[in-house]
């Protein structure tokens, strides 16, 4: 049964830092992974989507990367700005996502 | 990418009482999932609701407790049947968007915020 486990559980910096959210999965045979955003009591909001044959996707100041062997996923942000503070989800599968714990993320001015 | 709204946004129900969430899509979708996200947890798929077919259901979830209508491909409703405060949840409907060469991305609609009393 696949399992997936982000850390930290919960991450506190401020403005303007580089950061990275990690995500790693015990069941390497995935067709893609999916990073989301949740704000409180909201939504997800798709951020990424990575297919199995892929090793990183880019967009804005956001860039995620996959490694498959390792069972691994990393998202980093760039510059982090007040507006990214949100849950961070990654999720992997294909057509039924297993979704990691979320990784909280406050990003103070 | 689709776009998704899900009514109630929000309820506050008796227990014992069922609760019915509908989820409306722009465009026609093959496969509909319902997930649950407990307080404070991260989500649970609860079932895939394909058109013309029963549901599927994932271990821990019964059609009894969650029966799901999906009478045509822009349209879902979940159940919550008989309900008791361990409901208390956010419950999301998402749907699978297949564009050629990207693998079925899939989009999430804003939730039902459900507290049992």
């Known amino acids: 049964k696949q399992e997936v486990t982000q850390i930290p559980a919960a991450l506190s910096v401020p403005e303007g830092e580089n950061l990275v959210l990690n995500c790693s999965f015990t069941d390497s045979a995935i067709y893609n992974l999916q990073w989301f955003r949740q704000d409180p009591g909201k939504g997800l909001t798709s951020l990424l989507l990575?297919?199995?044959?892929?090793r990183e996707q880019t967009s804005g100041r956001l860039n995620a990367s996959l490694d498959k062997s390792s069972g691994r996923s990393t998202l980093y942000i760039a510059a982090s700005q007040p507006g990214d503070s949100a849950t961070y989800l990654c999720?992997?599968?294909?057509?039924?996502?297993?979704f990691g714990g979320g990784t909280r993320l406050m990003v103070k001015p | 990418s689709a776009v998704i709204s899900q009514k109630p946004s929000r309820d506050i129900c008796q227990r014992g009482t069922s609760l019915t969430i509908q989820c409306q899509v722009d465009?026609?979708?093959?496969?509909m999932f319902w997930y649950r996200q407990q307080p404070g947890q991260s989500l649970t798929l609860i079932a895939t609701?394909?058109?013309?077919?029963?549901?599927?259901?994932e271990s821990g979830f019964v059609i009894d407790k969650f029966p799901i209508s999906r009478p045509n491909l822009t349209f879902s409703t979940l159940t919550v049947s008989n309900m008791s405060p361990e409901d208390s949840s956010i419950y999301l409907c998402?749907?699978?968007?297949?564009?050629?060469?990207?693998?079925?991305?899939?989009?999430f609609g804003p939730g039902t915020r459900l507290t049992v009393l």
């Open positions: 609701a394909n058109q013309g077919s029963e549901a599927t259901y």
């Open positions: 998402s749907v699978e968007e297949s564009l050629p060469e990207v693998y079925n991305e899939q989009f």
């Open positions: 999720a992997v599968g294909g057509n039924m996502l297993t």
């Open positions: 465009s026609q979708v093959t496969m």
């Open positions: 990575i297919q199995s044959s892929q």
